[in-house]
């Protein structure tokens, strides 16, 4: 960075200084010309009022008395019919015919004439100013163009001293300036945006430099977390499993136990398996960030299809299921919803009392299209209301064995609620239930 802020100065500085060098020599050289043509004008004015009452010898001679011996002005005397009396710079007997000259026939029409082009005569681009005088002559004066052309050369030494010496400076100024500049932000703890004094156009980079950091750093705090839990959820079923294959292939396990320890292997595998899904579900949504090429879900029919599923869980825990619903759609993932009502059904019946109830509602409300799952379980202390979406949290690890519960059912439904861009909000009372409310913006209906 400090090189590409060095290099920067100094490109800057000397492309403003040759930028600004061009500009004022174009504005000068403009000026300059406009001058020199107001000045030629004047001179020919003037000479023709000095000449204007004189017959055409004395006239001739008091030009070559007042321009004969100049370097810049030419002076030519024009007869009425174009051919040349004097011409300062050349023979005018050898001179070609001027009355074609558009200077000429313009004072010949209307008293001054002006053009701007190459001599033919001298070899070089002249501004030419002519007059009529009251015998019908033309006094014409002009002069070279190539005069600028000259001072700029003469310029041009000057000039390329002050750029080289410009550019000399350039070099340790830039250097210094890019320490000044670095100095603040190469002491900055982007952890404690607070503690040095840094730019105030900086400040928000920086404010979301450190924010990504602490994002990175969380994230990399869950991923140990979730590979620790993981590594443990997997290792449980597993030791099981092992355990009892041991116990059957070594010939420890009656004859009359085999059946149950096939049923507890047949279990624990499920278990395994499950976990496994989630894991991997959990995985594939890590990745999503929004939902592509969405469909219209009936989210009635989903939840529907999820009550029916669940039903049989439900009877073995003597849990009803009350159902009341809109037609509605949303859009989004029609599997992923349906993960979603599943893992909410699931958790309302497993976490719930024996003879308990579920009341589902699917519907249109002020806020949104909303799916709303209430239980009658055994609630949530307020401390872990916020928590219940982290993975493998679990509020009564106990309970939760009992039931085989994975720790992955809610991470999933706040993923999947992510996708879709929905809300999630718990209500719950220890000892007396759980109010599950996702909330679906309403541009996602049909």
């Not at 100094?10 to 403009?30: C, H, N, Q």
């Not at 023709?48 to 001739?60: A, F, K, L, M």
């Not at 404690?192 to 750093?217: C, H, M, Q, S, W």
């Amino acid at each position: 960075m400090r090189k590409t802020i060095n290099n920067s100065l100094r490109i800057f500085v000397i492309s403003a200084v040759l930028l600004s060098t061009i500009l004022m020599l174009i504005a000068y050289f403009m000026q300059f010309s406009i001058n020199r043509i107001e000045d030629i004008k004047n001179m020919t004015k003037e000479a023709g009022n000095c000449v204007e009452h004189y017959d055409q010898e004395t006239s001739i001679d008091i030009l070559k008395n007042l321009y004969g011996d100049s370097d810049d002005v030419r002076v030519t005397y024009i007869n009425p019919d174009g051919s040349v009396a004097y011409d300062s710079k050349s023979n005018a007997e050898e001179m070609e015919n001027h009355l074609e000259r558009p200077e000429v026939q313009n004072a010949l029409k209307v008293g001054v004439g002006e053009d701007d082009r190459h001599s033919i005569t001298l070899g070089e681009k002249n501004y030419y100013y002519a007059v009529k005088l009251s015998d019908g002559s033309i006094l014409r004066m002009s002069r070279s163009a190539n005069v600028e052309f000259g001072i700029l050369l003469g310029f041009l030494p000057a000039l390329i001293i002050i750029l080289l010496i410009i550019i000399g400076l350039t070099f340790p100024v830039s250097k210094s300036l890019t320490k000044r500049i670095m100095k603040p932000i190469n002491s900055i703890d982007v952890n404690d945006i607070g503690k040095v004094d840094i730019y105030e156009e900086l400040k928000p980079l920086f404010e979301r430099i450190a924010d990504k950091n602490e994002e990175k750093e969380e994230a990399e705090k869950i991923r140990r977390e979730f590979t620790a839990n993981v590594s443990h959820e997997l290792k449980t079923p597993l030791t099981t499993i092992s355990g009892y294959a041991q116990m059957i292939n070594n010939g420890m396990a009656r004859s009359e136990d085999i059946k149950e320890f096939g049923s507890k292997i047949e279990k624990e595998a499920g278990r395994l398996l499950t976990l496994i899904d989630d894991i991997i579900n959990l995985s594939n949504l890590d990745e999503r960030a929004h939902i592509e090429n969405p469909e219209l879900v009936d989210l009635s029919a989903v939840t529907e299809e999820a009550i029916c599923i669940l039903e049989k869980a439900a009877k073995e825990r003597n849990v009803q299921i009350f159902f009341s619903r809109q037609p509605i759609f949303v859009k989004g993932n029609s599997t992923l919803i349906g993960e979603l009502v599943y893992n909410l059904l699931d958790n309302a019946i497993k976490y719930n009392k024996e003879n308990g109830k579920i009341t589902v509602f699917v519907g249109e409300t002020t806020d949104g299209i909303e799916l709303s799952v209430r239980d009658t379980g055994i609630g949530i202390p307020q401390k872990d209301t916020e928590r219940i979406f982290e993975r493998f949290y679990r509020v009564d690890k106990s309970h939760s064995k009992k039931v085989g519960g994975t720790g992955l059912g809610l991470s999933i439904v706040k993923h999947v609620c992510a996708c879709h861009n929905a809300t999630i909000n718990v209500k719950s009372i220890v000892g007396k239930g759980t109010t599950i409310n996702v909330v679906f913006p309403k541009d996602n209906e049909k």
